[in-house]
């Protein structure tokens, strides 16, 4: 990894950051991307978007998988806002499933983003990905 793309990356991710669309979301620094594998979307030498994960395998068995499954962790997936819209996204997300599905046996995310509806239609009616489960939260005081 070059220190231009760090620098690009960790940049997006400020953007992202100020754009106060995911719950808790924070700018990334050079440990959140090191260890992980980086997918990028590049316009005119300049980074528009970026995935990147990492492969684990399970321990234990769930109802979603037997113990030693392997599968990609995708920790983020980002497209500056005046590329959105344009497919990046899904190439973006279809790009890293080819080139990480010879060594894994299925795709996980989480999503912490404000737009649950866009998010859940991108991933599951757009991109084929099940949904599995959720965590609801109603502030009460």
Known sequence: MTGTV???????????????????????????????????????????????????VTEKTTSVYEAGTSFFEIEELYVKPEYRNRG??????????????????????????????AILHFYIEELGMEFWSARLFKKIR
Not at 33 to 49: C, M, P, Q, S, Y
Not at 91 to 110: H, I, N, W
Request: net charge negative.
């Open 88 to 117: 990046i996204g899904s190439a973006l997300f279809q790009y890293m499933e080819k080139a990480v599905s010879p060594d894994v046996d299925m795709l996980m995310l989480g999503t912490a983003t404000k737009n649950f509806r």
């Open 6 to 56: 760090v620098g690009q990356l960790i940049s997006l991710s400020e953007k992202w950051e100020r754009e106060n669309c995911c719950h808790g979301y924070y700018k990334n620094t050079l440990d959140d991307i090191k260890g992980n594998r980086i997918f990028l979307a590049v316009e005119g030498g300049t980074v528009v978007g970026y995935l990147f994960g990492h492969k684990e």
